[in-house]
């Protein structure tokens, strides 16, 4: 294996390496991920079925056996068994590095335990390629994974998060992507530059900009946009957005005069459509100032 530059195994024990693979263009597979996929007695990838295909190009001859979040506790010790035998193994995800938003933190905290070598290599990975090329700030982020699928918890999971003053970083799917936009829109709100890069290193790679309503209104007016890969980067919040969170004067007044007649909630909805205010500042202002 020192041809791959890797660690060289000692005592007859085996090697866990960690082979990043390309999230779209196969040329970004690195020879040394090509020299370790050969030379390794088993891969342990995500999907099988996925992975075949790319082991079969590079010239791959090892044992290919499945490793997902859903038997790797069950999977591990197997596998520790066969690396304490002298056997390598590459652990692969579906795409791009292992770990990251993928299986395997099992595998490798087990293999450290116990001394087994690990040997992660660098490559392919959504969220700095996608970061690189966002134009937005990259010297402080935080990477969220996915949001959660159902609303009342992505929301809840915005609030947290909303005066986080670090780039924020999110994995999105297409058929979540439009709902995730709108709770930004509602909970975050249109002062922040979000950016959303899909099918990266593909062929029909796009970086969309803009604040989550005008992100929102470009993927309903092209249902292309809404497809592939995504990434979902939001700006960090600037402590001098906390004065906008206060709805206009003419809003406030609007108000107080409807929460007369009708729920805040209602009242606070409909404002924000006749004076362009968001509608969960105006809520938030009532409860502080309306209930007293």
């Known amino acids: 294996m020192s041809s791959a530059g890797t660690?060289?195994?000692?005592?007859n024990t085996g090697t866990l390496y960690i082979v990043p693979t390309p999230i779209g263009n196969l040329g970004?597979?690195?020879?040394?991920?090509?020299?370790?996929?050969?030379?390794?007695?088993?891969?342990?990838?995500?999907?099988?079925?996925?992975?075949?295909?790319?082991?079969q190009q590079v010239g791959s001859k090892a044992r290919v056996i499945a490793l997902h979040e859903h038997n790797e506790q069950q999977k591990a010790q197997t596998l520790i068994e066969q690396l304490e035998q002298g056997q390598s193994i590459a652990l692969i995800s579906d795409a791009g590095t292992p770990l990251i938003s993928d299986p395997g933190y099992v595998m490798v905290r087990a293999c450290r335990?116990?001394?087994?070598?690990?040997?992660?290599?660098?490559?392919?990975?959504?969220?700095?390629?996608?970061?690189?090329?966002?134009?937005?700030?990259?010297?402080?982020?935080?990477?969220?994974?996915?949001?959660?699928?159902?609303?009342?918890?992505?929301?809840k999971q915005l609030e947290?998060?909303?005066?986080?003053?670090?780039?924020?970083?999110?994995?999105?799917?297409?058929?979540?992507?439009?709902?995730?936009?709108?709770?930004?829109?509602?909970?975050?709100?249109?002062?922040?530059?979000?950016?959303?890069?899909?099918?990266?290193?593909?062929?029909?790679?796009t970086y969309l900009f803009g604040n989550a309503e005008q992100l929102l209104q470009r993927l309903h007016d092209d249902s292309n946009q809404q497809r592939g890969e995504m990434v979902l980067m939001v700006a960090g919040f600037q402590p001098s957005e906390q004065t906008s969170d206060e709805p206009g004067a003419e809003a406030q007044r609007a108000l107080r005069v409807l929460c007369e007649e009708l729920p805040l909630k209602k009242a606070a909805a409909l404002v924000a459509k006749l004076y362009d205010e968001r509608k969960n500042a105006l809520y938030q202002w009532g409860l502080k100032n309306l209930n007293n």
């Open 160 to 205: 947290l998060l909303k005066t986080e003053v670090r780039t924020l970083v999110f994995y999105e799917s297409p058929h979540r992507i439009l709902h995730t936009l709108q709770d930004m829109a509602e909970v975050i709100g249109p002062e922040r530059e979000l950016v959303l890069a899909r099918e990266l290193t593909k062929q029909f790679e």
């Open 28 to 55: 970004d597979l690195s020879e040394r991920a090509v020299a370790v996929l050969r030379t390794v007695d088993c891969v342990a990838a995500e999907d099988t079925r996925h992975s075949r295909p790319l082991l």
């Open 7 to 11: 660690v060289k195994e000692t005592k």
């Open 113 to 155: 335990r116990q001394g087994i070598p690990v040997v992660a290599l660098p490559g392919p990975c959504a969220i700095t390629t996608a970061l690189s090329g966002a134009g937005i700030a990259t010297d402080r982020f935080t990477f969220e994974g996915f949001l959660p699928a159902k609303p009342q918890q992505r929301r």
